[in-house]
T-cell receptor, first 111, second 113 residues
């Protein structure tokens, strides 16, 4: 069966360091992979989308990689700040099927 | 000011009562979605609609019903048949179904007493 795993439920890092979150999947062939940020009690907010034929995508301090051979995406936040503390969700998209979300990783950036 | 709205933010109901959650968007999006989120869980798809007057069941549709009579509106009814309805409900929309980012509403937290 299809499975999406985000590396850990919670990740604590020190302010200024690079946070790296992992999204692994099995039995799935996504055309796109998306990352969202969710703050407590609020709806997720879209951050980045990467296509199957793209290796890397950047937006300001964010970087996403997508390795379809390893079936893995890495999400990096450089120079992390306490305001980056949130839950980050990855979602797989196979074009005509609904998005499938991982359970998320709760990131805490400690000042 | 474009966006997607859900009301109310908090909702309390007695066990055995049906309740309808509102979702409205003015983004002119074709596709709309309902998700359920439980503590420590990801988003689970309840129903989705690719176009007006059409909708499909998601992974956990039992005990829920929807309608899509207008492009802007996609209400969700939680029926008494839903065994464990207390949860955080999120509505989302996208330009079209598949390959597009989703825009989420603020959510409705439903508590059944």
């Amino acid at each position: 069966s299809q499975k999406i795993e985000q590396n850990s439920e919670a990740l604590n890092i020190q302010e200024g360091k690079t946070a790296t979150l992992t999204c692994n999947y099995t039995n799935y062939s996504p055309a796109y992979l998306q990352w969202y940020r969710q703050d407590p009690g609020r709806g997720p907010v879209f951050l980045l989308l990467i296509r199957e034929n793209e290796k890397e995508k950047r937006k300001e301090r964010l970087k996403v990689t997508f390795d379809t051979t390893l079936k893995q995406s890495l999400f990096h936040i450089t120079a992390s700040q306490p305001a980056d503390s949130a839950t980050y969700l990855c979602a797989l998209d196979s074009r005509n099927t609904p998005l499938v979300f991982g359970k998320g990783t709760r990131l805490s950036v400690i000042a | 000011d474009g966006g997607i709205t859900q009301s109310p933010k908090y909702l309390f109901r007695k066990e055995g009562q049906n309740v309808t959650l509102s979702c409205e968007q003015n983004l002119n999006h074709d596709a709309m979605y309902w998700y359920r989120q439980d503590p420590g869980q990801g988003l689970r798809l309840i129903y989705y609609s690719q176009i007006v007057n059409d909708f499909q069941k998601g992974d956990i549709a039992e005990g829920y019903s929807v309608s899509r009579e207008k492009k802007e509106s996609f209400p969700l009814t939680v029926t008494s048949a839903q065994k464990n309805p207390t949860a955080f409900y999120l509505c989302a929309s996208s330009i079209r179904h598949g390959g597009d980012t989703q825009y989420f509403g603020p959510g409705t937290r439903l508590t059944v007493l």
